[in-house]
Every structure is written in C-alpha cells, then in structure tokens.
C-alpha cells in the first residue's frame, strides 16, 4: 500500500485550475445576473453634502444607484458588524451606511447595471460632494499621538539599566512601509438570488463560515437564508480573512433589485482594503565582549485606522531566540485616516523579526563574530515569555544545515570583500520563527460501498494545498488510492471550520480526518464482527487496519475482508461519518516552527542595482505533510520576503491622503526575472507533544527573515546599512 503522508503529492486540485474548470468567485453564472460598480470617496475625511446619480440612472442598462439614502436596512450596531477575526476594540467599518468619509478610496455608491461596462461608465458619471475635514496619513508626522496597547509580554529585569552598562551596545531605529497583498485574484462575490429570498454568495474569502454568519447578522437573516462558498482562491495572504466591503455590497445589490448580483473590485480598489501597516521599529541590544546579551529592548509604532484597534505581536519574538537576562518589550499604535490594517503573511514577525534580525547582524559586526555564532551564544531553549520550554526546536540544526547547503564557511566577514566581476557579493543570514497552531475542526467522511471517499469540510484552500493533504491523510487512513478519494471545500454548509490562516489548518484540518476516518473504521469493524464466518469476530480495534480497500489485520495480513463486502453484507450502500476534532490545550510547552535563511545578494557597483542570486531556507516545521507543496509554500514566502526588501512600498501623497501608486506597474513586486536560485530544506523535527501527528504549518515561517537576511547580505556586499525597507539604489546612494 502506498503511503502518501510525508510524500510529494502534486496537488489534485491542479488540473481543475489548469484546466480553467476551477470556479473562483467572478465564475459563477446565472440568468438575469446583473452587474455593480463602487464609487469610491476622493477625499480622506469628511462628510458626503450630495451625492447626484441622475445622469448615472440615465444611462441605458442602469437599473439601480444604491447610496446610505437610498439602500436596504442594515444592522446598526458595532457587535452586528464584529467578523469573527476583526479587532476587540473599535467599530467595524461599514459601507454605504451614513454620509461619514473615513478614508481615501471609501465605497460611496454601488451602481448596478446590465453589463459591467455600463456600471463601470454610470459610476464615472456618479457626482459627489464634499464637506472636508483635516485628515493624517503620515506616520512619521502623527508619532506624537502614539499609544500603547496592553500585551501579555512582561519585562523581565531592567533592560535600561543593562543596556547602559553593556560592555557592546547596538541602538537603531528601523522602518518598514505600508504594503499591500496583491493577490492576483481581484476581490470578487457573486450573490445568486434563487427567487425565494435566499442567496447562494459565491466569495473570495479566507473563511466562508466567517462570511455566512457576517452576512446574517448584518442583513438579520436565518443560518439557512444565505450559503456562502469559496471552492478555489487566487491568492489571498491574509486579505481574506475578514469579509471585505464587496461582498456586503453584492449582498445589498441583490436584495434590493431581488436578482442576482456580481461586484469585481478593480485593482485600484484593492488598496481601500486591509494592509501590512507602515511600522517603526526601535532595538537596542546590549551585550558582554563575548556575545552574551545582557539586555534587548524592543519598540513598535504601527499604523491603524481611526475607528478600529488592529496590531499584532512585532516585539516579543527575541524571547523565543535569544537569552537575556533584562527584556522590555512595547507595542504602540498611531491612529491614521486609513482602512484598518490587516493580516498579511506572517503578521507581526514578518515586520518585527526584520528589525531584530537586522539589529542582531550589526550587533554581530560591533561583536566582530560571525552571525550564525553570535546566535548560537545567545540560543534560548525556552520561551521566556513564558519560562516554558518548547516541545520541539530544532533551529540549531537549522543553522547547521542551511549554512552547510550554503556554503556559509566560506564567507568573508569584511564588507566589499567579495566580488564576482563588476559585482559586489554579500552573504547575510537571519533566523526565523512563528507560531504553530490548531484549531478544532470537523470533517465529514462518506465511504461508498464502490471502494470510493467523499471528504467534504468547511475549510477553505487558498492556494496552500489544503486538497492535497486533506486527500492524502484520507486515503492513508482509508487505505484507498488518492484517485478514490473526492474533496469538498469552501461551502459555509459543510462541517464547521475557522477561517484558514496563521499556518493553522493543515495541522488542523488533517486530524479532523484523521479523527473522522477512525470512526469509519470503528463501525467498520463492528459490521465484520457481526458479519457471517467474520475473520474479526473477537477483534479490536487496534488489532486492524484499512488497506487496500479492505480491513485487514496487523499481525496477519492474511486475515483481510473487502470493505465492500462488509457493507454488502451489512446492507449498506453508504458510511456517512462526522467528527469535530478539537487538541488539548498544552500549558506545559512553548509552539513554534523555526527558520535559518541565508541570502546571497550581487550589487553593481556602478549602477547600485542589486539582485538576489541565491536563498537557502533551511526550516523545522515538525512532520511535513507533503514535501512538494511545503516547498513550494516556502518558496512563495521567500519571494514575498524579498519583495519586502526590494521593492514593496505603497506611496501616499499625504497632501490629499492618497495612495499613487494603487496598481500593479507602479507598486512594485518581484516578477520572474527578480527571482534565482531558491533552495528549501526540511530540518528533520519530531514533535511528539503538540499533536499526535507532530504536525506543525509551513505557510508563514518562509517569509520570517528573508528581508532581514537579504538586508543583512546587502550591508556585507556594500558596506552600506539601510535600515528602512525597501533597499533602493537610491538609498545605496546616500
């Protein structure tokens, strides 16, 4: 029998999306469909006096302008509008709901059409205006104003008084951008109105569950009135973890014209969403001549918007790298006339572990110890957060195995000291770490008589390959071939599931399986028990295994009966089962994956232009589920964090609060050219205490300290430290 666990799986879902019979949100046809538009707000603050849809309304094929005048009831208060991952504090944006402008690129008015080329021409004819107010959008400017959010990490000693007296002391300040996600797929719902008053929302969305119960409680409908599904997602990155404004608006589209609505946001409206937020990172590392730290403090000041409370942990990822005595720690947020900010991969580590990394290199330079040394004198084997230790890290091999494969030994620590041509070459390195997490989750098996398994759950796949492994733990535990094993995803009305995020659902989604395949094999069991002249009559359970399409028993194989024969025998055509797995809660353990990344960067030294010709990531995640998609997980991190280094960065004009570069030709991401030689190696972890699989998730650690090792790589080329992202010609210049 084959075992698909731990194998490299191509994904089963690949020929659907090559094929083009993947269906993504804008997919979904109906007879009568109609079309919206958004207009969207001009100004960053205000009031709207009027808004003017008359020569909008004369346009033939425009059927209805929807405004917060002239638009369906909607829920009035805060909790109504509380998704389930949205801020504990503040009050949830909602759209088209009264005349306050809260921020650039706010939708103001739907337009609804017959075609979407005549809602796109009706909404430039849309005439609004304005009592403005005095908005801010600059960080910088609006430090002033910074407050401090209450976190559970607590300062141990006094980092101050440490710092001062360090024999070595590294204080900088460092930056990273706004950033936007960029998902190819544009944000899109499709509202299919059946005709009886419910609705089918086809959406692009990280958590259909999360969609559906958002939806009812908005627009006060019954669980069974709306169904949202999400089967295939063009990329999300933490954008669709929260409903966005488009599908509300489909949904209000769709009542008030009582027909079927589809709103596809334009690549401009993508930036009125969520986003990585602008942050200022401040580090001060004081340490003995050996490199021993004596203390770490560690400062963000993060962007939200003006009526919601969003940040994520930047600061408090040294505790689980580094030993130190003396520890402070301090999250600060600056209110801005924005959206609020969002998720976006590996939120908070990816920003705040680029500053510590970075800091711990120059501390590296100021020590005159190599990098990877200097973080094995300060290696922490526990979570000093929490005093606990972890129940697996493997980072040290991490270290030795990624240098190894990069050849770090050969590196000459003096800055400009390497070179391959005309080229400056630098090598950098950077740790990296995240949470491992699981959330309870149910799946429901129906095993047909046919030697066939329909798995079918909530969860939705978002490019990471959630099919794929969901298919190979089923056909492990089945004992079928991957081919008998069918998948359902995405579909608010499948067994219960979170949203998918935070590195969370393969661990979590496959033990749903798992747990579930169990019962099939249970009642399995007890129909061959019962079964005439059965082989199994005083069997138990874990005397038996399903292989091949058949109960067979572990000591003899011998001993085997077709599982279709004991469902015809029992009668039964179909074995439907369905069970919620939840994990038991470990006060006892630290849960983390970890990284090592090694980055080679070429500068001309005449143009400043520089490249990234080589990574290594060499990463400990626990029991890997399938070696083909985790790479390629990791990969795709990897190129997101050299974007952050090189080239991501949303300007505003902060005159008007405007963003200038909302589109994909001014708002730079790497594209093949920008991208060489990736290589990703699995650091062998057995994790026996998280979950009885070992199981730990892939899709946020490959980001964690790529931009920090590709920075630390481009000071080692250059002999220039750039401390706020993205690294720049110019910035080389200076």
């Given amino acids: 029998m084959t075992s698909y666990i731990g194998s490299a799986t191509s994904r089963v879902d690949g020929r659907a999306k090559v094929t083009g019979a993947a269906k993504y949100a804008a997919d979904f046809n109906q007879d009568g469909l109609t079309f919206g538009a958004v207009v969207t707000s001009t100004i960053s603050k205000g009031r709207i006096k009027r808004i003017d849809t008359s020569e909008a309304l004369a346009v033939a094929g425009v059927v209805a302008v929807l405004t917060h005048d002239h638009r369906p009831r909607m829920a009035g208060t805060d909790e109504a509008w509380r998704d389930e991952v949205a801020p504990e504090d503040g009050s949830p944006f909602r759209p088209l709901y009264d005349d306050k402008v809260l921020f650039d690129g706010q939708p103001i008015a739907l337009v609804l059409a017959e075609e979407w080329e005549i809602a796109r021409l009706a909404a430039a004819l849309v005439r609004v205006e304005y009592e403005k107010e005095t908005h801010a959008t600059d960080l910088h400017a609006a430090l002033g104003r910074a407050y401090a959010v209450e976190k559970p990490e607590k300062p141990r000693g006094d980092a101050t008084k440490a710092y001062a007296t360090a024999a070595v002391r590294h204080q900088a300040e460092y930056f990273i951008p706004t950033e936007h996600h960029n998902p190819m797929e544009l944000f899109a719902s499709t509202a299919q109105w059946d005709g009886g008053g419910k ?53 209000l589209g769709a009542l008030a014209l009582e027909r079927s609505v589809r709103l596809v946001l334009t690549r401009q409206q993508m930036y009125g969403l969520g986003y990585r937020p602008a942050t200022i990172e401040r580090l001060a590392l004081g340490a003995k001549a050996d490199g021993t730290l004596d203390a770490i403090t560690h400062e963000a000041i ?85 005093d606990l230790p972890y129940s697996s890290k493997a980072l040290r091999e991490c270290y030795r195995e990624g240098a190894a494969a990069f050849g770090w030994s050969k590196r000459d620590p003096k800055p400009r000291s390497m070179r391959d041509g005309s080229e400056l070459v630098g090598w950098g390195m950077a740790s990296g770490v995240w949470e491992a997490l699981q959330v309870p989750v149910a799946a429901r098996i129906a095993l047909s008589a046919n030697g066939h398994a329909e798995v079918s759950c909530a969860a939705s796949d978002i490019g990471t390959g959630t099919y794929t492994i969901v298919a190979q733990m089923a056909a492990d535990r089945l004992g079928l071939p991957i081919e008998n094993v069918s998948v359902k995803l995405g579909d608010s009305s499948l067994p219960q599931a979170p949203v998918e995020g935070g590195s969370w659902m393969a661990a979590s989604a496959t033990h749903a399986v798992a747990a579930t395949a169990g019962e099939i094999r249970t009642e399995l069991l007890a129909l ?71 980055a080679e960067v070429k500068v001309d030294e005449q143009l400043g232009v520089i490249r990234v010709t080589r990574v290594v990531s060499a990463v400990a995640a626990g029991r890997i589920l399938n070696t ?84 630390n790589a481009v000071y080692h080329a250059t002999g220039t430290r750039v401390r706020d992202l993205p690294i720049t010609l110019d910035k080389l210049r200076r």
């Fill in 302 to 386: 993060a962007v939200t918007s003006q009526f919601e409370e969003f940040s994520r942990n930047d600061t408090a990822w040294a505790a689980l790298l580094y030993k130190s005595d003396t520890a402070r720690f301090e999250h600060k947020l600056v209110r801005l006339d924005v959206p609020t900010s969002s998720d976006m991969r590996a939120p908070g580590a990816a920003t705040g572990v680029y500053a510590l990394e970075s800091a711990m290199d120059e501390l590296a330079v100021a020590l005159n110890l190599d990098p990877v040394e200097l973080r094995l004198r300060t290696y922490s084997d526990r979570d000093q957060n929490t």
């Fill in 628 to 711: 083909k998609t985790a790479a390629s997980q990791v990969m795709g991190s990897v190129v997101g964090g050299i974007g952050m280094a090189l080239h991501e960065e949303t300007a505003f004009d902060h005159r008007f609060g405007r963003i200038m570069n909302a589109n994909v030709a001014e708002y730079h991401m790497p594209v093949n050219a920008d991208i060489h030689d990736i290589k990703v190696i699995f650091v062998d972890e057995r994790d026996d205490t998280i979950n009885p699989l070992g199981i730990k998730g892939v899709g946020e650690i490959g980001i964690v300290g790529v931009a920090a090792a590709v920075a």
């Fill in 528 to 598: 061959a028990r019962r079964a005439k002249e059965s082989p199994f009559a005083g069997a138990k359970l874990e005397d038996v295994e399903l292989a091949g399409g058949q109960i067979v028993s572990k000591s003899d194989t011998s001993r085997a009966v077709s599982i279709a024969e004991v469902m015809r025998q029992a009668g039964l055509d179909r074995l439907v089962k369905e069970k919620l797995n939840t994990f038991e809660e470990d006060h006892t353990h630290a849960h983390n994956t970890h990284s090592a990344v090694f």
């Fill in 199 to 251: 609705l089918t929302v086809c959406d692009k969305t990280q958590g259909v569950q999360n969609v559906h119960g958002y939806l009812c409680s908005i627009f006060a409908k019954k669980a069974d009135d709306i169904r949202v599904l999400s089967p295939y997602m063009g990329g999300g990155f933490g954008a669709g973890l929260r409903p966005q404004y488009q599908v509300v608006l489909a949904v």
